[in-house]
């Protein structure tokens, strides 16, 4: 059973390989969601500054009545922070705002500040002080794992360079009909773990007939098929929902994908409009 599987990462840490995304769900809402999930079997809980919902996160684990060590707790650095001083600060308020002794992983959540994120400045400076900071609360042990989201090769390649810690996830945009296979294998080759938000693609996915012939084939639904899909190219997905039936039915995946139907999900021409979430810059919008 999917839950109750794991990827360890490259320093050892076991990382269970379904999490629950959190992004949009407001704070007093994610104290159900997270208490709803745990219950259903996930341990496993994906948060980040920029949501706004910590420590609702961190409210519905403590409600949960688990042990603290029986639950990966991940945030993000906002992807503003560019500096060593803020970045530090950043780190304590996270944990400050959950509660924690420690935070299993953090990680810095767009190489570029949102508002540039289609410009050509890759802040690399920002990205080493902020990483310095995220290497420091590691050591500290503040932080059981860190990482990054969002990194081109590029970006990786700063960070390489300069740190005494390699990232150990990289979280990125990735589902079927868009699906970064260099990007995607530069990153394994480097011994780091891909994580994959939006499996189901925001959604979009629901409407894709050739994706849904390929569900129909398996008897599985459409997000089942999506997060099967992302597991089977060794990717860990991160589905977002509030819905306990929606949950349970996205660990539902104790079913193997054909090399043939694999190859025929990864060439599905890629999503061109993401609807509603087309204003958000990884979805290919601009933010002014």
Do not use: C
């Not at 684990?61 to 993000?76: C, H, M, P, Q, Y």
């Amino acid at each position: 059973m999917i839950l109750q599987e794991t990827y360890t990462l490259a320093n050892g840490v076991e990382i269970p390989k379904l999490g629950l995304g959190t992004w949009m769900i407001g704070n007093d809402d994610v104290v159900q969601a997270v208490k709803d999930a745990i219950e259903i079997g996930y341990r496993h809980i994906d948060t980040a500054q920029a949501y706004q919902n910590e420590s609702g996160v961190a409210e519905g684990i403590k409600a949960s009545g688990l042990n603290r060590e029986d639950i990966f707790v991940t945030t993000k650095l906002a992807a503003e922070i560019k500096s060593y001083d803020q970045a530090v600060s950043s780190i304590d308020s996270s944990l400050q705002a959950m509660g924690l002794d420690y935070i299993d992983m953090m990680i810095i959540h767009s190489p570029k500040p949102w508002k540039d994120f289609h410009k050509d400045d890759h802040y690399f400076e920002g990205n080493r002080e902020a990483w310095k900071a995220l290497e420091e609360a590691y050591k500290a042990g503040k932080l059981r794992a860190i990482g990054v989201s969002n990194f081109e090769r590029e970006d990786l390649d700063n960070i390489l360079s300069a740190s005494t810690v390699k990232p150990m996830v990289n979280q990125i945009l990735a589902h079927i009909s868009n699906t970064p296979k260099d990007l995607i294998q530069y990153t394994q080759d480097q011994d780091i773990l891909v994580e994959a938000y939006s499996p189901i693609a925001h959604g979009e996915l629901m409407k894709n007939e050739e994706v849904t012939k390929v569900a129909e084939k398996y008897g599985v639904t459409i997000p089942q098929l999506g997060i099967r899909y992302i597991l089977q190219l060794g990717l860990l997905p991160l589905p977002k929902t509030t819905n306990p039936d929606h949950m349970k039915n996205n660990a539902a995946v104790d079913f193997v994908i054909s090399d043939e139907d694999m190859e025929r999900l990864l060439n599905v021409p890629q999503i061109e409009d993401y609807g509603d979430a087309s204003m958000m810059p990884v979805y290919g919008g601009k933010m002014s």
